[in-house]
């Protein structure tokens, strides 16, 4: 079966629920057992202290909406298991905070999400795990090598988490996802728990699949292209089920778990998924092609324009399967000009975001990476006239007309 049959067959039967079509919203806070025996084996399973069979207990444990995202999500994936989240930062917290703890270490590519920094920065740090980042590149896995040989002695007996992004957000710089899972190969051979966990927010589920790389957990904002409406707050992670299973326990434990309307959106839009991100893609092309030759454009980042014999797009062809509708191009001028642009688009949201069905145009560094410090900017070329483009749905020709007409009042 087809994975675009998948995300409208799979996970749920119309006729366990009255021949309902489409899913019922369960919003329920806890279950009925069927026995005092059933709801002491269901809770020691759900809290992790016995292994048995699964049932509802409680929302924050588990709910039918969430079972069907996540079932649904997986098989897309080709994931043994899945959790979904209250936002994509929940998810990334609650999967580092599986597989961390004092001492261990997070080597990480820059840039990624200023949030994502932010949380390395202002809370793994603060609670005794290393985080070292790496610029993102095509020297990425020879910089993280070469950083982990220079410190191995002190890695041994510790956890080591490969953090990549890729493409990096916002410059669309690529990674080699099978370079960074032959690292960790090495280092598990050596006896280092290390895994590779990928931010695929950019680019997946369709243009991108981390796992057919064999890393170990895939994670999303399923706020962007999975959720798709810019409507719902959500995360998601992908992988093993016992890498999932320790997952869903920190989430049980600090209650980063979704809700069952959420999770219903996150179902309607998944049916949707590739379509739009199909069109979203295909207007993405058009527009990158118009800004590149555009006079007051210094810049366009996106994968079809990349150098067709440079390293980038090697990696860019091997490991994805489209372009994604990210863009990020660079202004003639500085700030004053950037800003002059957004204040004056009419159909491109200036918003923060990105992966809904509108067109989304923000200033990464004064909007979403304005926490993250001068010099891990500087490196990353986040610079005052750099631009960054989610595009929609619409008609490309607006869009283009639109950026045109912005664009001329530099």
Same mark, same amino acid.
């Given at each position: ?10 996970g749920?039967?119309?006729?366990k ?31 992790g ?17 969430f ?10 994936e ?11 930062m ?7 905070l ?7 270490y997070?080597?990480?590519?820059n ?11 202002e809370?793994?740090e603060?609670?005794g ?17 070469a ?9 041994k007996?510790?956890?080591?988490? &490969? +953090?990549?992004? @890729?493409?990096?957000?916002?410059n669309?710089?690529? *990674?080699?996802?099978? #370079?960074?899972?032959?690292? !960790? ?30 890393v170990?957990?895939? &994670? +999303?904002?399923? @706020? ?7 409507? *719902?707050?959500?995360? #998601?992670?992908?992988?093993? !089920? ?12 600090i ?54 014999k440079?390293?980038?797009?090697k ?8 372009p ?16 002059k ?28 990476h304005?926490?993250v ?16 483009l989610?595009?929609?749905i ?17």
């Amino acid at each position: 079966m087809e994975k675009e049959t998948v995300v409208i067959s799979k996970g749920y039967d119309p006729l366990k629920y009255n021949g309902a079509v489409k899913p019922p919203i369960f919003l329920t806070s806890t279950y009925k057992f069927k026995s005092a025996e059933e709801g002491e084996s269901f809770i020691r399973v759900a809290l992790g202290l016995d292994k048995g069979e699964e049932g509802y207990v409680y929302s924050r444990f588990s709910n039918p909406n969430f079972d069907i995202v996540e079932e649904r999500l997986s098989l897309l994936e080709g994931a043994e298991a899945g959790a979904i989240f209250c936002s994509g930062m929940a998810a990334i917290t609650s999967t580092l905070l599986a597989f961390v703890k004092n001492g261990d270490y997070i080597f990480y590519t820059n840039p990624v999400y200023g949030g994502t920094e932010f949380l390395f920065k202002e809370f793994f740090e603060k609670m005794g795990v290393s985080t070292l980042h790496i610029n993102a590149g095509s020297d990425t896995p020879k910089l993280i090598d070469a950083k982990i040989n220079s410190i191995k002695d002190k890695l041994k007996g510790k956890a080591v988490i &490969l +953090y990549i992004e @890729t493409p990096a957000n916002p410059n669309n710089v690529m *990674v080699d996802i099978s #370079a960074i899972v032959k690292i !960790k190969e090495k280092l598990v051979k050596e006896k280092i728990d290390a895994k590779v966990i990928v931010d695929n927010t950019f680019m997946g589920p369709v243009f991108q699949s981390p796992l057919e790389q064999k890393v170990d957990i895939v &994670l +999303y904002s399923a @706020t962007k292209f999975i959720g798709g409406h810019s409507d *719902v707050i959500a995360g #998601a992670v992908l992988g093993s !089920k016992v890498d999932i299973s320790k997952i869903k326990a920190i989430r049980g434990m600090i209650g980063t778990n979704g809700n069952p309307f959420d999770a219903w959106l996150m179902s309607r839009s998944l049916e949707t998924i590739h379509l739009r991100m199909q069109r979203q893609m295909e207007n993405a092309v058009e527009i990158a092609k118009f800004l590149s030759k555009h006079p007051k454009v210094e810049k366009v980042i996106y994968p079809e324009l990349y150098n067709k014999k440079s390293e980038q797009y090697k990696i860019y062809k091997k490991q994805c399967k489209g372009p994604g509708s990210l863009i990020s191009f660079y202004v003639k001028g500085g700030k004053k000009e950037a800003f002059k642009v957004l204040n004056n688009v009419k159909l491109c949201k200036l918003a923060v975001s990105l992966g809904g069905t509108e067109s989304l145009i923000e200033h990464p560094k004064a909007m979403t990476h304005s926490e993250v410090d001068a010099e891990t900017l500087k490196d990353a070329e986040i610079t005052d006239n750099m631009i960054r483009l989610s595009v929609g749905i619409e008609n490309s020709k607006d869009l283009i007309n639109d950026l045109k007409a912005a664009l001329d009042k530099i």
